[in-house]
Structures are given as structure tokens and as C-alpha cells.
């Protein structure tokens, strides 16, 4: 081949692999979902759920091209596209059956990321049309993180999410147990990168008090200020805007330092 052609496809190839997509799929459940995007079709958002906010629902915002080069090791590209796929009420065993998953895994890509954050609606044992027992909960991490690995792609388990309760002398306690416990677990088994999400938002939420956090993360509002909650709301599991813009923010910065841990 000449040299001027040889250079071409080199340019080419070179172009080629910087346009290349890494999907960061999140799976979960309410508190990761993303309301805004056509959540229940027909319905407009502002109406009828603004302002409750899962974080993945601003998750694409600190996966843009001046921030990959941080979690560059995990993710190769210099495009990131965030599918968000949780869903509200979802357990791990739900999301499973109702062939949720099946649709992340049909499309799942080498080097593609799957996030996933269960365990609220896991430990509901009073819903039993959600409840997973720890084993089953285990279980279908397993499964979700197999599977994942089959396709090339890259699992990353996070434990469940903070809930606003209970407060003890000014510090957020703990109200998961088992089920914090048991992606711990799972991850240590099958050498999955995790991040400890309950703990970082505690702590976080701990930093900025109860008050702060009641008021403007959670969604715990006053009446007559939004159209979907005339009678205002008392919810301290849901996000706020502003509360997650930095759950967001504290699971970016946990790809940070799965990112420096990895060797290139």
C-alpha cells in the first residue's frame, strides 16, 4: 500500500476508535430511576412527579468529555452515553422477571458498564410481590454480574442509597443492615468493583445535618409550591433535585477511585 494510503487508514482507524460509545447502563430502583424521560408515558413530568429525581437521572453530566479523562481506565472512550433503566418499586428478583434485564443484556457491548443499585424494595418484606430474602438478593446480583462479565462488559455493584431516617445525636445511621451487607459480600466473592453508596451519602448527608438534608434533598415538601404535590409530601427516600445532583456526584467520584485503583 502506498504510504499516503497507509496514513489515511491510520486517520481513519484513529477517528474511528475515538468515536466509538461506552453505554453505562444503570439498573435499580427508584432512587436511581430517571423520571423526566418518558417514565409513564403520556404524562407530562413537570405535572405530574417534578420534583422527585433519581440520580441517574442527572448521572449524564459528570460523564462528559472534559471528565472522562478521571475514570479514563474504566472507561476508554471519549463518548459516554448513560441508559438508565431503573425503575421505581423494582427488587432485584422483579427487574429480573419482568425481563428488565433481559433487555440491558441483549444489548450489552464489550467494555460496556452496568451500575447497579438494589436493596430498597429487596428488604420490603411486608410487599411481597418485591421482597427477596438476602440469599435471593445475593443471588440475583450474581447472576446480574455473570452475566454482565459474559458479554465482555464491566459489573459495578453499589449498596443501596441512604434514607433520610434515623438520625442519632446529629449522625445518619445506618437503616439497611443485611442489605448493605450482602452486595458487600457478593462483590468480595466475585472480585466486582464496588461502591459503598450508603455509607458515602450518609456521610455526606451527616456533614450537611439533618435539617439541610430533610428540607432541600429529600423530598419532603411544603404545600401549593409544586402542580403534582398540592398538598405537599413527606418522603424521605426520594431525591429532590439538589439531593441528586449529589448522590450523582458521590457515585462519580466513587468511579474515581475504582478508576486509581485499576492499573492501565
Known amino acids: 500500500m502506498p504510504l499516503f494510503g497507509l496514513l489515511v487508514c491510520i486517520v481513519i482507524m484513529a477517528f474511528s476508535n475515538q468515536q466509538k460509545t461506552t453505554t453505562v447502563y444503570l439498573i435499580g430502583d427508584s432512587t436511581m430511576a430517571d423520571y423526566a424521560n418518558n417514565y409513564e408515558e403520556g404524562k407530562d413530568y413537570m405535572k405530574t412527579r417534578h420534583p422527585v429525581t433519581g440520580w441517574g437521572q442527572v448521572f449524564q453530566q459528570f460523564l462528559v468529555s472534559d471528565s472522562l479523562f478521571k475514570v479514563?481506565?474504566?472507561i476508554k472512550t471519549n463518548v459516554a452515553l448513560v441508559d438508565d433503566r431503573a425503575r421505581g418499586g423494582r427488587s432485584t428478583r422483579t427487574f429480573f422477571q419482568e425481563g428488565r434485564w433481559r433487555s440491558v443484556y441483549e444489548n450489552l457491548k464489550k467494555n460496556d458498564i452496568v451500575i447497579m443499585q438494589f436493596g430498597?424494595?429487596?428488604?420490603?418484606?411486608?410487599?411481597t410481590e418485591r421482597y427477596v430474602d438476602?440469599?435471593?438478593?445475593?443471588?440475583?446480583?450474581r447472576l446480574f454480574v455473570s452475566q454482565t462479565r459474559e458479554k465482555g462488559a464491566i459489573p459495578i455493584i453499589l449498596t443501596p442509597v441512604a434514607r433520610n431516617f434515623p438520625?442519632?445525636?446529629?449522625?445518619?445511621?445506618?437503616v439497611h443492615g443485611e442489605y448493605d451487607q450482602a452486595p458487600k459480600?457478593?462483590?468480595?466473592?466475585?472480585?466486582v468493583l464496588l461502591i459503598d453508596l450508603?455509607?458515602?451519602?450518609?456521610?455526606?448527608?451527616?456533614?450537611k445535618g439533618e435539617p439541610f438534608v430533610t428540607e432541600n434533598y429529600f423530598m419532603n415538601l411544603p404545600e401549593n409550591v409544586y402542580e403534582a404535590y398540592p398538598n405537599g409530601q413527606k418522603d424521605n427516600t426520594h431525591f429532590q433535585p439538589k439531593g441528586a445532583i449529589e448522590v450523582a456526584k458521590l457515585v462519580f467520584e466513587g468511579l474515581q477511585e475504582l478508576n486509581n485503583e485499576i492499573k492501565n
Open 120 to 127: 430498597h424494595n429487596d428488604a420490603a418484606k411486608e410487599k
Open 134 to 141: 438476602v440469599e435471593g438478593y445475593k443471588e440475583f446480583l
Open 167 to 174: 438520625w442519632k445525636e446529629g449522625v445518619l445511621n445506618d
Open 185 to 191: 459480600d457478593v462483590a468480595k466473592e466475585l472480585k
Open 72 to 74: 479514563k481506565n474504566l
Open 198 to 207: 450508603n455509607k458515602k451519602s450518609r456521610d455526606f448527608f451527616t456533614k
